[in-house]
């Protein structure tokens, strides 16, 4: 018998001891506002800059820890900070988030990757709940329209720090304005901006889902074909199940057992797809096809992409019952917390090589920022108590 209520608060002490304590010491700009996310792991930063998604998911974080989790009034004062920043230098005239800023906050790069603005919703619906300040609200309604017109039309909008090929788009780009219309409908109780949100999960599952494949792609044509290699053949293990638990969330209270097994499929194939038989732990990318993966690191080990699997299991658990979640569950959270927790510096290593050991090579961006480590837990441990309560054992929770 799992016991959930000890998962809940062992999760819980880990995020709030280890994890946001961290954050909290080393990278809250008290002078300017905002994060430094431009960090290293024992906490010396590398550089100022201030990538704006880097900001919105700190928002996200610091509302969410103090919505969810405990009222923490310090919390509640970063968050505070982090929305006043992102007011006043977040956003360029046409009303969509800028791309990188100088400590101060003066722009450096504009508004060059659509992902910022799924970033942007997402932190400002739930400061906007944490709050109940009508700002936000009106901001991530603002940026709502903004980008409605680019995601019909993909080609017309920019995905730094990974530009799209011509003729092409990107998982992530439906995956991460799915989570973000539905939080934003929900929170409006908005059935257009729901209705978006559904039309980005089915893009997910009906599209990028490749049944034959047994798997989740990067990358489709404009028209949902398939591509040919490389870029036809990326699976990103961290991507699918992020995705697949994004889905989840966004239909759970729907009666709705098609999707849900769309997803859960999806979670599984990129947990089998990329775990590394010879040392554990999950793959940063695949190539379907058995050759050289498209991206370089492909054989490291991130945190991010564990943490979405500590996360995802939980729900997959609560959506089908199958024991195959918790077999996985357990081998993630055996590889992740014997190789990412820091015991020298604190919170987790960012980057391990295949073996497991840490690494400090830059991928993608010099960035670590308060995120997915603190989200997966946030979300495991409503899940668990979600899962306590069915089981008789606490009070049910709040909804949001």
């Known amino acids: 018998m799992i016991n ?3 998962l809940s608060s062992e999760y819980r002490r880990i995020l709030e001891e280890d994890i946001l304590r961290w954050w909290l010491h080393h990278a809250v700009d008290h002078e300017h506002g905002g994060v430094l996310s431009c960090i290293k792991d024992n906490g010396s930063v590398v550089n100022d800059d201030k990538y704006v998604w880097s900001q919105t998911r700190a928002l996200w974080t610091f509302s969410a820890a103090f919505n969810r989790i405990q009222p923490n009034p310090t919390y509640m004062a970063v ?8 007011v006043k230098h977040g956003r360029n005239e046409h009303g969509r988030w800028r791309y990188l800023l100088s400590r101060q906050g003066d722009c450096k790069q504009d508004a060059t990757s659509i992902q910022t603005d799924a970033f942007a919703i997402c932190g400002l619906v739930e400061y906007a709940r944490a709050t109940k300040r009508q700002e936000p609200v009106d901001l991530a309604r603002q940026t709502y329209q903004c980008v409605l017109h680019h995601l019909r039309n993909p080609g017309s909008y920019e995905t730094t720090p990974y530009p799209l090929p ?3 788009k990107a998982q992530r780009v439906s995956m991460q304005f799915s989570l973000a219309f539905w939080e934003l409908g929900k929170l409006l109780n908005d059935q257009d901006i729901l209705s978006q949100g559904m039309a980005l999960t089915d893009d997910v599952l009906d599209h990028f889902r ?3 494949q047994q798997a989740i792609v990067e990358y489709l044509s404009l028209d949902n074909s398939c591509l040919p290699a490389p870029f036809g053949t990326l699976m990103g293990p961290g991507h699918g199940i992020e995705t697949a638990w994004f889905q989840l969330e966004n239909i759970r209270h729907l009666q709705d057992t098609e999707r849900k097994h769309k997803a859960i499929e999806v979670m599984q ?6 775990w590394d ?3 554990g732990g999950l793959f940063l990318h695949v190539d379907l096809a058995g050759g050289d993966p498209l991206l370089p690191h492909a054989n490291k080990k991130l945190s991010w992409v564990h943490s979405e699997a500590l996360c995802g299991l939980p729900m997959a658990y609560e959506a089908c019952g199958e024991s195959w979640t918790i077999e996985w569950h ?3 959270t055996d590889w992740t917390f014997r190789s990412f927790p820091n015991p020298e510096h604190g919170e987790w290593h960012h980057r391990l090589d295949r073996q497991g050991q840490p690494v400090e090579e830059v991928i993608a961006l010099p960035v670590k920022d308060p995120f997915h480590i603190p989200r997966g837990l946030i979300y495991a441990v409503e899940t668990f108590d979600r899962l306590s309560w069915s089981d008789g054992h606490t009070q049910q929770p709040p909804e949001l």
């Open 4 to 6: 959930f209520q000890k």
């Open 79 to 86: 968050a505070d900070r982090l929305f006043e920043f992102l």
């Open 166 to 168: 011509e003729g092409t």
């Open 210 to 212: 490749q049944p034959d």
């Open 269 to 274: 194939w990129s947990l089998e797809r990329g």
């Open 277 to 279: 038989q010879n040392y």
């Open 330 to 332: 357990q081998r993630i």
